[in-house]
């Protein structure tokens, strides 16, 4: 199954607030915006991966991340409005999509490993993935013709699981799970092997962590 990925991504002014203790402010947007492009440019390279739409008004992000080959479309109020608002304009265009919804801040992502995630939700109608922690969730997917029903944020994991998605549960999909929201999660993520764009602003920004030789997805 050919899947398209929806990427929501809020203003780069106002993301990852939560990194404040571990990343100085000037490069917090910055940071976002790496993890942004990581992500997508691991989604795009995946074999099961029919293209990446990234829902997002901040023109840096949307310039950027059209260089990757993502499309961009604007912006809804709301994380969860963002993503159905994605899906509704994959499928004007593609009414017989499959789409996925996937955070923004998967800098360690591994195209192998979203392929094996984005195989295993074939199997049903609508499944997701829950985050490394076991509380909130990476990945929401849902076949042609069924909605996407998006309830990320906070403990979306039991959400998702009672509206009636199905939860993937691989081993070995570690890249997958590991979003990056504290100074914890950005040193897991840092020891999986974050992609170029992280790794090159790691290098560059002081009082940031050092990443770790990166290694390549797949």
């Known amino acids: 199954m050919a899947w398209t990925v929806v990427v929501p991504l809020k203003p780069l002014s106002r993301a990852k607030?939560?990194?404040a203790a571990?990343?100085?402010d000037a490069r917090r947007p910055a940071l976002a915006l790496a993890f942004a492009q990581?992500?997508?440019a691991a989604?795009?390279?995946c074999e099961s991966v029919r293209g990446v739409v990234v829902v997002t008004d901040d023109p840096c992000a949307g310039r950027a991340l059209r260089v990757l080959g993502a499309h961009v479309v604007p912006d809804a109020p709301g994380l969860n409005a963002a993503l159905a608002h994605g899906a509704r304009m994959v499928r004007t265009q593609l009414p017989g999509a499959a789409v996925a919804a996937l955070?923004?801040?998967l800098p360690a992502?591994?195209?192998e490993e979203l392929g094996r995630v984005l195989d295993a939700a074939a199997a049903g109608p609508r499944a997701f993935l829950a985050d490394a922690a076991g509380i909130g969730t990476t990945l929401l997917a849902a076949a042609a013709g069924v909605e996407l029903a998006p309830a990320f944020?906070?403990?979306?994991r039991a959400r998702h699981r009672a509206s009636g998605a199905w939860e993937i549960e691989l081993p070995d999909v570690a890249s997958v799970r590991q979003d990056v929201d504290t100074g914890e999660d950005l040193r897991a993520a840092l020891c999986l092997g974050v992609g170029p764009h992280t790794t090159a602003l790691l290098v560059e920004a002081p009082g940031c962590?050092?990443?770790p030789a990166y290694v390549a997805p797949g």
């Open 22 to 24: 571990t990343v100085p």
């Open 43 to 45: 989604a795009l390279a």
């Open 153 to 156: 944020g906070g403990p979306s």
């Open 103 to 105: 955070n923004a801040d």
């Open 109 to 111: 992502l591994r195209t």
């Open 17 to 19: 607030s939560r990194l």
């Open 38 to 40: 990581d992500t997508v």
């Open 209 to 211: 962590p050092p990443p």
